[in-house]
């Protein structure tokens, strides 16, 4: 075998970026600007936030819940490249322990 028909070969054509993992991927790049801006502006108010911030957090929450529905359903997708949605699967999960023991802590 020639080495141009090697390189062919090993093309893997049809492979696309899935839609759904870049959602998902967007969402955790989201949460993660949400808790680091709520940290600041937690601190800076000496811990006195208020509502507003806890509304935000549930906010955030919430999209890591859909974040990583999306990317699981990303996963079952054929023929796609899997970095991404692996990578905002394993984002959103941490994002949502990170809120789980926020919300337990109560902080």
Do not use: W
């Not at 800076?44 to 859909?66: E, M, P, Q």
């Not at 796609?80 to 802590?105: E, H, K, R, S």
Request: proline fraction near 1%.
């Amino acid at each position: 075998m020639k080495r141009e028909d090697k390189k062919k070969a090993l093309h893997f054509k049809g492979r696309r970026q899935s839609i759904r993992g870049l959602a998902a991927m967007l969402l955790a790049v989201a949460e993660i600007a949400g808790i680091l801006s709520m940290t600041v502006i937690s601190s800076k108010t000496a811990g006195n936030g208020g509502n507003v911030l806890g509304a935000v957090g549930l906010l955030l929450f919430t999209a890591a819940i859909a974040g990583l529905v999306l990317a699981v359903r990303s996963l079952k997708e054929q023929d796609i490249y899997f970095v991404v949605p692996v990578a905002a699967a394993v984002l959103n999960g941490v994002m949502i322990i990170i809120y789980l023991c926020l919300y337990i802590v109560g902080i």
